[in-house]
Structures are given as C-alpha cells and as structure tokens.
C-alpha cells in the first residue's frame, strides 16, 4: 500500500471514529480526540473566515466542550430529556494537504447527521474541515469545522454536536 493511500485510511478512520463517539455518546472520548487548545466550530453564514468577527451556531474550545459535556450527562437537564439518538454519516474523505514535517494534515469530507427525538427525526448535513495533527503516533484535533448547508436559514437547535 503506498503512503498515500495508507495516510488516507488512518484519516477517514479516524474521522469513522469520531462519528461512531458521537453516536454512542462517548463524548469525554471523543472530547480527547481534540488538542487542548483543540477548536469545533459551527459558522452561521457560508463563507464565514472566522468565529471571532462574526456571530457563529457554536463555538467551543476545551472549557466550553467540557461545559456541554458536562451538561449532557446531568440528571437535571430536562431539555435533553430524552436524549436524542443520532447516527453520523461521514463521506468524501479528501486530504488537502499534509506536511510530514510538522504532522500537520488538513482534510475536507462531507456529513449528514441524523437526530432523532421526541418522534421527531432531522437531518443536518454539510462540509466537514478537519485540522489534524499527529501527536504521539496519534491524530488529534487541532481544528474541525462543520459547514451546514442551511446555515443561515431557520434551524431547530441541535441538542448535540454536528
């Protein structure tokens, strides 16, 4: 197998796993997959160039993940009860650009999430931007970016993550 095609089956892997995390609701696992100045980030407008200038649907570093997290698993956040049940659907894995060098590695892919909850089903889906980084012979996230198609337009608000 040659390097290339090896890098992507670590990465889509890896991005399966992310999926899978979320869906099984093991969210201090995939909370490590992230560096610990690691970023998720949901823009509200497409084209958005950053979180900081512009109002954005979520933006969370370490200490706002482990807020949320926190939340979920409360016994007294009634608005999650019952917890919704999602399955993440993760295609078109495309590397852009990876630098051996400094284990960089920026990948684009396409999701569709599926919410289910109250006999209530939605979907959301878009563009996924991952900045990976290899630490310690493991990817990391240093950066993830979920652009949703209908960002902009009227949106039920999603009680987990994209």
């Not at 099984?24 to 958005?48: H, I, K, S, V």
């Not at 495309?94 to 569709?112: E, Q, W």
């Not at 909850?117 to 310690?136: I, M, S, T």
Request: proline residues 5%; neutral net charge; hydrophobic residues 35%.
């Amino acid at each position: 197998m040659s390097a290339e095609l090896a890098l992507h089956h670590r990465v889509s892997q890896f991005l399966f796993r992310e999926a899978r995390l979320l869906d099984e609701r093991r969210f201090e696992e995939w909370n490590a997959l992230y560096l610990d100045d690691g970023e998720y980030w949901a823009p509200a407008t497409p084209g958005q160039t950053d979180p900081f200038n512009h109002v954005s649907l979520i933006y969370e570093n370490q200490l706002l993940r482990k807020v949320r997290i926190a939340r979920f698993s409360s016994p007294v956040a009634y608005s999650l009860q019952p917890f919704p049940r999602t399955a993440h659907l993760v295609s078109n894995v495309m590397i852009d650009r990876h630098d051996p060098a400094t284990g960089d590695i920026k990948v684009n892919s396409r999701f569709l999430m599926i919410e289910y909850r109250r006999d209530e089903q939605r979907f959301y889906g878009g563009a996924y931007e991952h900045d990976l980084v290899e630490k310690d012979g493991a990817l990391r996230i240093r950066r993830k970016k979920a652009d949703l198609v209908n960002c902009e337009g009227p949106l039920q608000s999603s009680r987990v993550y994209f």
